[in-house]
């Protein structure tokens, strides 16, 4: 009997001691990477579009040595980046990215569970909606908050938005308004634009000197469109600008919101989780009050990228906002403790995020995701007591959180000239490579920053940072 001949292929079913053999190799690199964090460059994109040129390639047809790939990878391709695992990243806001997150995925990815409907994966669906729950308990949300883990902070501004949009506003919605500051991060006017609003719809209000919303030209503005014939319907305030770590007064803005009936989302993704902290309460007071807000997980809690989050108080009116009936789908469960994320959520098939969450959470409890959190707060009002012993330095924004804003002053310079000077300035900070910082413009002028999250971020990188920021002075005389 000649042996039947398969044409197909089994090659993808990859054999146990091949899996094994994949980690082993990836673990080996990984741990030496993560290991030489604090000797790697702070920022290194040298040649990039060179770099970036040589991965361009049609579809191979053949495969080649995983190990080979490795070395491309690890040898070639990931040094040239901004070194966002390292230290010295105190640039726009770090995270640091926890390795057990990794771990999380490498299982969720290989489960590979299905998460859009209860019915496909209850317990995994519930460990999901469980670290809903514990943000809702961070932020002093009630039972009745539901939320979702989205791709980031920009996709759950998006659904907070429209969220706000379908239930306060009718079908014909684009005489509706939303109200901010000029300081809120873009992708809440992305988002009002990808709702379906005319960017004009969006009112960026002039900030105070602390970076932000009066309410006082709020309510002005507010009143001012209704007797126009818009209809005022959300106000997005922020618990951290991305510029200064600036947080609204939030308890200004409920009652403003209460009165006007109108929605109030906050823009917590960069500085939500500092709700863990005691100082941070006190900053946020009234953020529980807010209809709706983002938090990021891949910021202030710390994960890798690729999961921000959404909570909603009244979770009923996130599910209206994003529940439809299809008739190929699973049945939806009924239990009112249980989630149905596709009801929740625009996306219908979605990775498992929660795992990637739940399990440094669980490992290791909320105290050292605490504690690190007030090692930023004492990191960065020391780095702001520092910055003001050195002659020529201006602190343009007090830290708030984590943040402090500050930039060279020389007498006599115009704006222009200090733009410039501050510009070279931070080139010579940065060309030291044991820190990254980046700047920001606050009313036309340059203006550098310092923003501290990343859980790999201690004391001795902030002094680096300051050595470094000292010589940079002295060589800008
Ligand atoms: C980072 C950030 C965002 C955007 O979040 P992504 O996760 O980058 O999509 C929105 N608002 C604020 C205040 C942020 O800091």
Redesign the pocket.
């Known amino acids: 009997m000649s042996e039947f001949k398969s044409p197909y292929t089994t090659e993808l079913e990859l054999p146990g001691a091949t899996m094994r053999s994949l980690v082993d190799q990836a673990m080996d690199r990984i741990v030496r990477y993560i290991e030489s964090l604090p000797r790697q460059p702070a920022a290194d994109v040298s040649g990039g579009a060179e770099l970036a040129r040589s991965v361009m390639e049609p579809l191979p047809e053949e495969g080649m040595p995983f190990d080979a790939l490795l070395d491309r990878l690890f040898d070639n391709l990931v040094p040239k980046s901004f070194n966002t695992a390292g230290p010295g990243y105190l640039a726009y806001?770090p995270g640091g990215g926890l390795f057990h997150s990794a771990v999380a995925d490498l299982i969720s990815d290989s489960v590979n569970r299905y998460v859009g409907v209860w019915l496909a994966a209850p317990a995994l669906s519930q460990l999901e909606a469980t670290v809903i729950q514990w943000f809702a308990q961070v932020i002093g949300y009630p039972q009745e908050a539901r939320g979702i883990l989205t791709t980031?902070?920009?996709?759950a501004?998006f659904s907070a938005v429209v969220t706000a949009r379908r239930s306060l506003l009718p079908e014909d919605f684009l005489s509706g308004t939303i109200y901010t500051s000029d300081q809120v991060?873009h992708?809440v006017v992305k988002a009002a634009i990808l709702a379906g609003f005319p960017e004009r719809n969006v009112r960026e209000l002039p900030s105070d000197d602390r970076f932000r919303i009066r309410p006082d030209s709020l309510q002005e503005s507010i009143s001012a469109d209704r007797k126009s014939g818009y209809m005022p319907f959300l106000i997005v305030g922020?618990a951290?600008?991305?510029n200064t770590g600036a947080v609204d007064d939030l308890d200004a803005l409920a009652n403003i919101a209460k009165r006007e009936a109108m929605w109030l989302h906050v823009?917590a993704?960069?500085g939500g989780f500092f709700m863990l902290t005691e100082r941070g309460r006190k900053v946020m007071r009234g953020i529980e009050r807010a209809d709706s807000v983002?938090l990021?997980p891949?910021?202030a809690l710390f994960l890798p990228y690729g999961t921000?989050s959404l909570l909603v108080r009244d979770g009923a009116a996130l599910r209206r906002a994003h529940s439809l009936h299809a008739e190929y789908l699973p049945p939806m469960q009924d239990d009112p403790d249980l989630v149905d994320f596709c009801l929740y959520s625009p996306e219908l098939s979605r990775a498992f995020r929660g795992l990637r969450v739940w399990l440094p959470l669980k490992m290791h409890g909320a105290s050292p995701f605490r504690k690190n959190l007030d090692e930023k707060l004492d990191l960065t009002q020391w780095a702001t007591d520092q910055l003001r012993l050195i002659p020529g330095i201006q602190i343009i924004a007090e830290p708030q959180l984590s943040v402090v804003a500050f930039r060279l002053f020389r007498s006599g310079l115009s704006a222009e000239e200090l733009n410039t000077l501050n510009r070279t300035f931070l080139d010579k900070i940065n060309a030291k490579k044991r820190v990254y910082l980046t700047a920001t413009a606050l009313g036309g002028d340059f203006v550098i920053r310092i923003c501290v999250v990343s859980f790999r971020t201690h004391l001795d990188r902030m002094q680096a940072a300051l050595e470094d920021i000292r010589s940079a002075v002295q060589e800008s005389l």
């Open positions: 806001i980031g902070g920009s996709l501004n991060h992708s922020s951290g600008t991305t823009d993704a960069y983002t990021d891949h910021k921000g």
